[in-house]
């Protein structure tokens, strides 16, 4: 399925350890952005998984049991094919040191929860477009 978002990636690594919050994601990803996903409910899972579904965009969880999302980020990082993959992180952590230290990790921008599903595409386009001075909208 074509993403509805023209020059959007199409393949996105969505990271999230409730269960409630990724059946909504999915849903609001797949079935309203039209984007391809791998949903993984850890970060171990998502490292487990990154290099054979290669995504062209990581939506990642900050706070997780285990391996919360900074970490998870460093990790991914760290596997081949990994170290360009822009990031955005989902988080209701939005103070601006947060937010600040987000970034200073790679995060091209954060997506605050909860997150309305029917705009969550447009808000990850309005995030890239930011970031690389492109409209991909």
């Not at 706070?63 to 990994?82: H, S, V």
């Not at 989902?90 to 954060?110: D, F, H, N, P």
Request: glycine content about 6%; some cysteine; overall charge negative.
């Amino acid at each position: 399925m074509e993403s509805k978002q023209q020059n959007l990636p199409q393949k996105i690594l969505y990271v999230e350890d409730n269960p409630d919050i990724r059946a909504v994601a999915e849903i609001a990803l797949e079935d309203v952005g039209g984007f391809l996903t791998a949903i993984c409910e850890s970060g171990a899972e998502a490292v487990e998984r990154a290099p054979e579904f290669e995504p062209e965009l990581i939506l990642l969880d900050v706070m997780m049991p285990g391996m919360d999302g900074p970490t998870t980020l460093q990790a991914l990082r760290e596997l081949d094919g990994m170290e360009t993959v822009p990031v955005i992180f989902m988080t209701a952590r939005l103070q601006k040191s947060e937010i600040e230290e987000y970034q200073a990790l790679g995060a091209l921008g954060v997506i605050p929860k909860p997150f309305d599903p029917m705009n969550l595409s447009e808000q990850i386009a309005q995030i890239l477009a930011d970031a690389v001075g492109r409209d991909f909208r």
